[in-house]
């Protein structure tokens, strides 16, 4: 009796799947720098549309109707947003007050500077005026293009908050549309389609990770304000808010929330301890923040590995920005949900996420 062989799927060499992955990484790319006007207001609308999708089905659920459930959410949110823009908005009013002032030490700091090197290096004073003429020359060769770019992140960012609205409104209006299409897309003849798990997951990653870091925002705030108001900094309050909404950057957030205070201690302080305590403020929070405070609020949701969450941040900073340094993290988080149910991309999941596996030796 003769036996056929059973066929099998072909496997294709390593050189050509290396090859195709390069260029489907290129592509992205490119797509993710020409396609930022549109792509960039949409991530952050999906983001909010699922952290906000609860409390409009909560509303449903009391007959108010899709469209009312939706706006009101938004009012709401909009109530709130205004509230912390008030806020911040006043004491960034009674911070521009000192900033003359701040502006004068900061030149006293650099004439003394300067003087150290005339003493310690030799700079004569010829040399030191050519050096500033040169400082000054090139600062206003740069200023041009300073301004050009402040004015297109002003732009940007007034066009991302008219759009958002719209687009959430619409994402959270046609949810039930955008789920159908996914499971008519990847429907499947042989067999079940994970679809509907892998976006609940997604759903669940995003919510969970989103209100996470707002609880995390909102703690930080509290404790870098707090600290700040103990060791008598003047506008605590200010300082405090606005380091805790640089946590929304990953890693280097802190850093960045840190250094306005610390410098302004430094140049309108007293003395050496106001720095060296608001110092160790930020030092203590972030010990704090690291060790306790964002590992049991948001855990593993994310559930990527710090070094995949530094790449993350390279690479979404050099596409998108600031903007970038924000989504990508959880954008990864979110690959990382739909690579591990899917056969073929599984390796890429494990490679994205924060657990170690080990082999059988023996």
């Known amino acids: 009796m003769r036996h056929h062989p059973v066929k099998q799927k072909a496997q294709h060499p390593f050189w050509l799947k290396a090859s195709v992955i390069l260029i489907g990484l290129s592509l992205l790319f490119v797509i993710l720098s020409y396609g930022k006007f549109i792509l960039m207001p949409l991530a952050f609308a999906a983001f909010l549309s699922m952290l906000l999708n609860p409390v409009v089905e909560k509303l449903e659920s009391w007959k108010v109707g899709r469209a009312f459930s939706i706006i009101i959410t938004m009012l709401m949110v909009l109530i709130v947003f205004a509230g912390i823009i008030t806020l911040i908005s006043a004491q960034f009013v009674q911070f521009a007050e000192r900033v003359p002032e701040v502006t004068e030490r900061l030149k006293e700091v650099m004439a003394d500077g300067i003087q150290f090197l005339e003493e310690t290096v030799g700079l004569s004073e010829e040399q030191r005026t050519d050096y500033l003429e040169q400082g000054l020359s090139n600062l206003i060769d740069r200023s041009g293009s300073y301004v050009s770019s402040i004015l297109g992140a002003t732009t940007s960012t007034f066009t991302l908050m008219s759009l958002l609205p719209i687009f959430v409104f619409f994402m959270l209006y046609y949810k039930e549309m955008y789920q159908t299409f996914f499971r008519k897309l990847f429907e499947r003849k042989d067999g079940p389609s994970k679809i509907d798990e892998v976006l609940d997951n997604v759903q669940d990653v995003t919510q969970n990770y989103l209100v996470g870091l707002l609880t995390v925002i909102g703690i930080l705030a509290v404790l870098n304000t707090t600290g700040l108001m103990i060791v008598g900094l003047e506008h605590a309050i200010f300082f405090g808010v606005f380091a805790s909404l640089m946590a929304i950057i990953p890693y280097i957030g802190i850093i960045i929330g840190a250094l306005p205070p610390l410098l302004f201690a430094l140049l309108l302080g ?39 969450a530094m790449l993350a941040l390279i690479i979404g900073g050099e596409i998108w920005g600031i903007s970038g340094m924000i989504l990508f993290v959880p954008l990864i988080g979110i690959l990382r949900v739909i690579f591990t149910e899917i056969d073929g991309l599984k390796p890429y999941g494990y490679l994205l996420g924060n657990q170690i596996e080990y082999g059988d030796e023996g």
């Open 270 to 308: 007293e003395d050496l301890l106001t720095p060296v305590l608001v110092l160790a403020v930020f030092g203590t929070v972030q010990f704090l923040e690291g060790n306790f405070i964002s590992p049991r609020i948001v855990g593993s949701k994310v559930a990527i590995n710090p070094f995949m």
